[in-house]
């Protein structure tokens, strides 16, 4: 959290991750999101991916909108960089129509691919 306070990008993607799968904090989407959100502010493609399932688990409704706001989340990833692997994964999910059980697991950083999570 400190380092992401103080700008690392991988800092901000590692709080909202512990905060997605509940390591060593409680599972609240609403508060990934936000640690999403700042690194991907500071230009993170795994941030700004994470924020696109973290937004859409912690407001699924409206659908519509919950989708809408994913791919902004997404489109952003895709802008800063379409090969990260995460970025495709989700951009799979959000096209099959995202259900929320067959959510991409969100790799820890510094994986090359989703496939080293299993």
């Given at each position: 959290i400190k380092g992401?306070?103080?700008?690392?990008?991988?800092?901000?993607?590692?709080?909202?991750l512990m905060h997605w799968s509940g390591f060593k904090a409680p599972r609240q989407p609403q508060t990934a999101l936000a640690w999403f959100a700042k690194g991907c502010e500071l230009k993170s493609a795994a941030s700004c991916a994470g924020a696109a399932i973290a937004s859409y688990s912690a407001n699924p409704e409206p659908r519509e909108a919950a989708l809408a706001q994913s791919r902004r989340w997404l489109d952003?990833?895709?802008s800063l960089d379409a090969a990260n692997p995460l970025v495709q994964a989700i951009d799979d999910w959000l096209r099959e129509g995202a259900n929320p059980e067959g959510a991409p697991a969100i790799p820890a950083p510094g994986s090359t691919s989703l496939e080293q999570q299993t």
């Open positions: 992401c306070e103080l700008g690392a990008s991988t800092s901000c993607y590692n709080a909202g952003y990833a895709r």
